[in-house]
């Protein structure tokens, strides 16, 4: 059983351009979480996902970031007009269908965005 | 919201040593992990421990929920448990630690 995939590894983008981050979960897993770890810190929380459903976003910023989990293939996490406050390695993990908050997440191996 | 806090910040251990790494959290949570990052940046799941004690290999961890507590022990510390390892808790929504950062010299 595979474990959660994430791609790509490293992204550089320039200022201003668009930066996508894709997350497959493991199998027969439907909810996808995606946090963002600055450097020397640890992970902070961004936005919680079931299939075609946002249920928490709470630690997502307001602008130019965005999240999606459709019905099919991988959960999309998408930066617009990227800055390079962006620079930072955003992981995803996911956990099984039922009783998400009390079950074991699964992390993937990151997704490291350099911001020009 | 819950906090979480894990000491030491930082410890240096001569290969062989044995270790304690201390979490404590604020509120009752339902889940608690422990990862290991390692130097190249991969978070490497330990234990899912929201109670009890659990082992594997030289690592062990006991969660004492009613005192918001979890514990990670390292025996015979090697060169490669070296990064920072985070305790992690929560609902759906983890929150992250502020980690201990080890050094294990050969």
């Known amino acids: 059983n595979a474990g959660v995939m994430q791609n790509p590894r490293h992204l550089v983008r320039r200022r201003g351009q668009e930066a996508r981050l894709r997350c497959s979960p493991m199998k027969g897993h439907s909810h996808v979480y995606w946090y963002r770890q600055l450097p020397e810190e640890g992970l902070k929380f961004m936005v919680y996902l079931q299939k075609e459903n946002i249920i928490d976003e709470s630690g997502m910023p307001k602008e130019r970031f965005s999240a999606e989990f459709p019905k099919e293939g991988p959960s999309i996490l998408r930066i617009q007009q990227v800055v390079r406050g962006d620079s930072a390695a955003y992981f995803c993990a996911s956990s099984p269908p039922d009783r998400a908050a009390y079950n074991e997440q699964f992390f993937g191996p990151g997704t490291r965005l350099t911001v020009l | 919201g819950i906090q979480v806090e894990q000491s030491p910040p930082d410890l240096i251990l001569q290969e062989g040593a044995n270790s304690t790494l201390r979490c404590n959290f604020s509120d009752s949570v339902n889940n608690l992990q422990w990862f290991h990052q390692n130097p190249w940046g991969q978070l490497i799941n330990l234990f899912y421990?929201?109670?009890g004690t659990k082992q594997n290999g030289r690592l062990s961890a006991t969660t004492v929920a009613t005192e918001r507590y979890s514990l990670l022990y390292i025996s015979s510390s090697q060169t490669t448990d070296s990064g920072v390892y985070f305790c992690v808790a929560g609902t759906y929504k983890y929150i992250f630690g502020t980690g201990t950062r080890l050094k294990v010299l050969a």
């Open positions: 421990i929201p109670s």
